[in-house]
């Protein structure tokens, strides 16, 4: 199984370990401008998503998908509701783009992501076990 947890700055990946099913952090990714330098450069772009989060670069989640092309099970955890959600336009970008990965998310949930734990972490991966 692997727990990818997801914001707009970073995706962390999370795989089984050993005999015991223990989770352990394998790798993490980050957009080509997580700090949104060069978004402030497009303020004239972003001046037609008022009130709306800028579009992501499809980029990071394609890298992200290429990722988890050898994931058996995948759950997603994200830190945010409704369209400012990355793990939401995640699956929809999975839906769209790579309907064979999108078939293999057992779940999402939301989380605190700037305090959670690894407890917590695995709590979550067993909640969405077949």
């Not at 772009?45 to 994931?71: C, H, M, N, T």
């Given at each position: 199984?692997?727990v990818?947890?997801i914001?707009?700055?970073?995706?962390?990946?999370?795989?089984?370990?050993g005999?015991?099913?223990k989770l352990?952090?394998?790798?993490?990714l980050?957009?080509?401008?997580?700090?949104?330098?060069?978004?402030?450069?497009?303020h004239?772009?972003?001046?037609d998503?008022?009130?709306?989060?800028?579009?992501?670069?499809?980029?990071?989640?394609?890298?992200?998908?290429?990722r988890?092309?050898s994931?058996?099970?995948?759950?997603l955890?994200?830190?945010?509701t409704g369209?400012?959600?990355?793990?939401?336009?995640?699956?929809?970008?999975?839906?769209?783009?790579h309907?064979?990965?999108?078939a293999?998310?057992?779940?999402?949930?939301d989380?605190?992501l700037?305090g959670?734990?690894?407890?917590?972490?695995?709590?979550?991966?067993?909640?969405?076990?077949?």
């Amino acid at each position: 199984m692997t727990v990818l947890l997801i914001d707009h700055h970073r995706a962390r990946f999370f795989e089984t370990a050993g005999s015991e099913g223990k989770l352990e952090e394998r790798e993490h990714l980050e957009p080509k401008d997580p700090h949104g330098f060069r978004r402030h450069l497009e303020h004239r772009k972003e001046a037609d998503y008022r009130g709306q989060r800028v579009p992501e670069a499809d980029e990071f989640y394609e890298r992200i998908a290429q990722r988890l092309k050898s994931a058996a099970s995948i759950v997603l955890v994200g830190d945010a509701t409704g369209t400012s959600s990355a793990s939401r336009y995640l699956l929809a970008y999975l839906n769209e783009k790579h309907k064979d990965i999108a078939a293999r998310v057992a779940g999402a949930e939301d989380a605190n992501l700037s305090g959670i734990t690894l407890g917590q972490i695995e709590e979550i991966a067993r909640r969405h076990q077949h």
